[in-house]
């Protein structure tokens, strides 16, 4: 479906708006491009989850470039950046951080764990345990951390950039349903093609491109954008349209866990930030139809039929977006 500017009633004010998160998103998404060659859908859709003050979730086999996609997002901007590295040891005061005894004051001291950063990157988040996952809830849902009968806020923007190996894959635990509800999006990155495999060993042959990524953008920088995000119109038309697909999964008798009131707030923040990286202050059906795969599967669970029949989540998804009326007014 073509663009359509029926859906659009601002003004120049928020074009500017547009314009400006454009400019500063364009200078990130070369950056990363840099390091990650040959997927730009998906740098785009990284993008759309920071803009959106999501939390993205890279699933894929090992070797593919997860951890350096999320590595690239990270070094793009001026921002803190912690790495957990997910291990079945792992501890949960091991990234909120924990109380400590000082001699000297004769008083315990709150030494902050690696969450407390603007950009947290969980590499191969599956490997710990459920327990050790469930110490994220609290920080991508409300932005704090408590401990110890206190409450500590942590800087926006918060982001967590999570990488998992396919769950059939030794050593790996199945992501709480709860913890899965609170990504934004999943995304798998894939194969490159023989073209971008051909590149990589010429930029990753003698040394890491990361080593040469430097910062482009700064927290203001980021802050500033994710507020003009917030400006892009979603139309009454658009908003009933997120709420009807979300709906749809809650019925659909290929699923037996449909999405929640989470995923349509998601899916509706996505496709504003979605809607301005298309240089647009509007959102069309297009922005959620295709977000609607990598904002909405991982949340669902597949019935027993459904699963005998080898029909994932993303094929489910995908037959409601095409049966479902497309909006045509405000």
């Known amino acids: 479906m073509s663009l359509d500017t029926r859906f659009n009633v601002h003004g120049d004010g928020a074009r500017d708006d547009v314009d400006a998160v454009l400019g500063t998103a364009e200078r990130i998404r070369s950056a ?9 859908e998906i740098v785009r859709i990284a993008l759309t ?26 070094r793009s901007l001026d921002c803190t950046v912690h790495r957990i590295q997910f291990t079945p040891d792992l501890l949960p005061s091991d990234i909120t951080g924990v109380s400590a005894y000082h001699q000297q004051r004769r008083e315990f001291e709150f030494q902050p764990g690696p969450v407390f950063a603007n950009i947290v990157v969980g590499d191969e988040i599956n490997r710990a345990s459920p327990k050790t996952q ?32 396919p769950v059939d894959m030794e050593g790996t635990y199945p992501l709480p349903e709860a913890q899965r509800d609170r990504f934004m999006a999943r995304i798998a990155i894939g194969y490159p093609s023989a073209q971008a495999e051909l590149d990589m060993i010429d930029t990753h042959g003698s040394a890491s491109p990361l080593e040469r990524l430097r910062p482009v953008a700064g927290t203001p920088d ?25 709906a749809a999964t809650r019925t659909s008798s290929a699923l037996r866990l449909g999405a929640s009131p989470r995923a349509t707030l998601h899916l509706v923040r996505a496709a504003r930030a979605y809607a301005a990286l298309g240089d647009r202050n509007y959102v069309v059906p297009d922005d959620v139809q ?36 497309v909006p045509d007014r405000r």
């Not at 990363?32 to 730009?40: H, L, N, P, W």
């Not at 809830?137 to 704090?144: A, I, K, S, T």
């Open 222 to 246: 980021l802050r500033a954008m994710i507020d003009r995000v917030r400006t892009v119109h979603v139309s009454p038309a658009i908003r009933r349209y997120a709420v009807d697909l979300v």
């Open 49 to 74: 989850v920071l803009l959106a003050e999501g939390h993205l979730l890279i699933e894929d086999i090992p070797g593919v470039g997860k951890t350096m996609l999320a590595k690239a997002l990270g």
């Open 32 to 40: 990363i491009e840099t390091v990650i060659e040959g997927k730009s």
């Open 134 to 165: 469930s110490a994220l809830l609290e920080c991508m849902e409300e932005g704090q951390v408590s401990v110890d009968g206190t409450t500590r806020p942590l800087e926006r923007p918060f982001m967590v950039v999570a990488t998992q190996n």
């Open 290 to 325: 295709d977000l609607a795969v990598p904002v909405l599967a991982h949340r669902l669970l597949p019935s027993p039929e459904a699963q005998l029949q080898r029909r994932l989540p993303e094929q489910v998804v995908s037959d409601l977006v095409a049966r479902l009326p």
